[in-house]
């Protein structure tokens, strides 16, 4: 391949970058080599951290040690697909039933959502259709 | 506040929810200027993530100015503009202490296998709320933000929070030496970053393969690398065994993951049938066009519990396969230094913007690839 990258219409837009550039050639001068390097903390890590209460239920895995120091408290487990969220929240994730058990719940949780909303609309319109009756009837 | 929020496989739409707020001593609340669409987000719009619960606002990239500063943050105050790394990372763990800050054990509850706390990704990576809304909770703010240089553009540090370091590590993992022939499979953002990454790295050849004509030609202009369209010739792997004088390329990259086109039958097992998590086309093709010896690399996202891999022939190729998600916080600053000094110019994949109202759109239009589509960022407030 060329390096005259001009010649080829190529990379007119980034000079430096492309064929022939080897800013990173080293591997010691790539940031991520070695991948796992000695143990040291995050420079700003804090030094004490406390442990987030969570607000809602939060799932834990079973076969955790101790509770995670961040939780989020949106969308907890609820209804019907809550149900199926906690099952499988006991069964460890090397098994697969505990990832087909939370697609089942993701999959219920959207129909019944769906079905929600398809009911209210309904409910609606009902009341809708009986109050125009009435009106009709007088 | 509006916030993108999922309703099932396919429905994404704008709600109005609560503003977050201060949950955590380490929290500091964003103010979100620009929220990127990324591959990854189209898993779970595909309803392909397990624990994707109706409700979450999904959004990992983003860069945002802060407007609420927990009681034990040191390093941020109010006002200041800030690029997020897409892993949730406590700095303090046995893996954030070894530089695996996609590994963290302190910010995901659900499980201990599947990586850190992740903004806007499902509760599999512990449901914390996404970047693609008008404002975000960030724990650990003294470990993850970073604050951007006064004399840049938030859209040009934007995809330090993912692509731009996921594409590097992609190269870094294959462990490319000077003139060796890397294959990426992907030319989506994440795809063109690699390829970038590895003439940094010194690759002799790069050669990219997708099936879109316009990533192809975007990746040619882009990054000068040649390209195959493997819809257009009969078999890949034997094209490109080819291309790479029979024996295979040095380093192969997976920059596609789960929903890899390329297979009638793969697509039906792991999208239609769920037989397994997804499609692994683009990680069989990379085991089947390394050279014996050679790396294999994988960023492209797969999920639990299992894929159709061709191991075997990994294993008697005497392969090296290398894969995490990407430890964001390490390649910030060696990233910056490079998009300051000329070599990345990263802002130049954005092809599309659009206001935070118009995110399902923005999503159909990434998700078809139309109208050229290479990356869409959301404004959640504007141009301001």
Redesign the interface.
């Known amino acids: 391949m060329s390096t005259d990258r001009r010649a080829d219409g190529l990379h007119t837009h980034l000079p430096p970058a492309g064929p022939g550039r080897v800013d990173d050639v080293d591997p010691t001068a790539r940031p991520g080599v070695p991948m796992e390097h000695l143990p040291e903390p995050f420079p700003t890590a804090p030094e004490r951290v406390v442990v987030q209460r969570p607000r809602v239920e939060v799932l834990q895995i079973p076969g955790r040690k101790k509770p995670v120091w961040v939780v989020s408290n949106a969308q907890p487990p609820r209804g019907l697909s809550g149900r199926l969220r906690r099952r499988a929240f006991r069964i460890p994730e090397h098994h697969p039933q505990h990832w087909m058990l939370l697609l089942a719940a993701d999959r219920l949780e959207v129909r019944l959502t769906r079905a929600k909303r398809w009911l209210g609309f309904a409910a609606g319109a009902l009341a809708l259709w009986a109050v125009l009756r009435a009106i009709e009837d007088r | 506040m509006r916030a993108l929020a999922y309703?099932?496989?396919g429905?994404v739409r704008v709600v109005k929810k609560p503003d977050p707020r201060i949950?955590?001593?380490?929290?500091v609340v964003l103010r979100v200027t620009r929220a990127a669409i990324c591959g990854s987000d189209l898993h779970l719009l595909h309803?392909l993530v397990?624990?994707?619960?109706?409700?979450?606002?999904l959004g990992h990239e983003f860069t945002g100015v802060v407007e609420e500063v927990g009681r034990?943050v040191?390093?941020l105050k109010r006002g200041d503009r800030v690029v997020v790394p897409f892993n949730?990372?406590?700095?303090?763990c046995?893996f954030?202490?070894?530089?695996?800050f996609a590994n963290c054990?302190?910010?995901?509850?659900?499980?201990?296998?599947?990586a850190s706390?992740v903004y806007g990704y499902s509760?599999?990576t512990?449901?914390?709320?996404g970047g693609q809304a008008e404002y975000v909770r960030v724990?650990?703010a003294?470990?993850g933000p970073t604050r951007i240089p006064e004399d840049m553009e938030d859209e040009e540090v934007l995809f330090l929070s993912d692509i731009l370091p996921t594409g590097?590590?992609a190269a870094?993992?294959g462990?490319i030496q000077?003139g060796e022939t890397v294959i990426v499979f992907g030319s989506g953002p994440v795809g063109l970053f690699a390829q970038?990454?590895a003439?940094?790295?010194?690759?002799?050849?790069?050669i990219a393969v997708d099936r879109v004509p316009e990533r192809l030609h975007f990746a040619?202009?882009?990054?000068?690398v040649?390209i195959l369209n493997f819809e257009e010739v009969d078999d890949p792997v034997m094209t490109l065994r080819e291309m790479t004088g029979g024996r295979g390329a040095d380093v192969c990259i997976d920059a596609v993951g789960m929903e890899a086109e390329g297979s009638t039958l793969e697509r039906a097992l792991g999208l239609k049938a769920?037989l397994e998590?997804g499609v692994a086309t683009a990680l069989a093709w990379c085991i089947q066009t390394a050279r014996k010896g050679g790396n294999v690399s994988i960023v492209g996202v797969y999920g639990?519990?299992?894929n159709l891999v061709p191991i075997g022939t990994a294993m008697n190729k005497g392969l090296t396969l290398?894969m995490?998600q990407c430890?964001v916080?390490?390649?910030l600053?060696?990233l910056l230094k490079?998009i300051r000094?000329?070599?990345?110019?990263a802002r130049?994949i954005i092809t599309h913007r659009f206001p935070l109202e118009r995110a399902p759109e923005a999503y159909d239009l990434f998700e078809k690839r139309a109208r050229g589509c290479i990356k869409c960022v959301l404004l959640p407030h504007g141009e301001a």
């Open positions: 309703f099932g496989p429905n949950e955590h001593p380490q929290d309803g397990p624990d994707t619960r109706v409700g979450c606002t034990d040191k390093t949730i990372s406590c700095g303090r046995f954030c202490e070894r530089g695996l054990e302190n910010t995901n509850p659900s499980s201990n296998d599947i706390g509760h599999t512990g449901g914390f709320e724990p650990f003294d470990v590097y590590q870094e993992m462990e000077k970038l990454s003439w940094l790295m010194g690759a002799g050849r790069v040619r202009q882009f990054n000068g040649e769920n998590a639990p519990p299992w290398r995490n430890n916080k390490r390649y600053p060696h490079h000094e000329g070599r990345i110019d130049r």
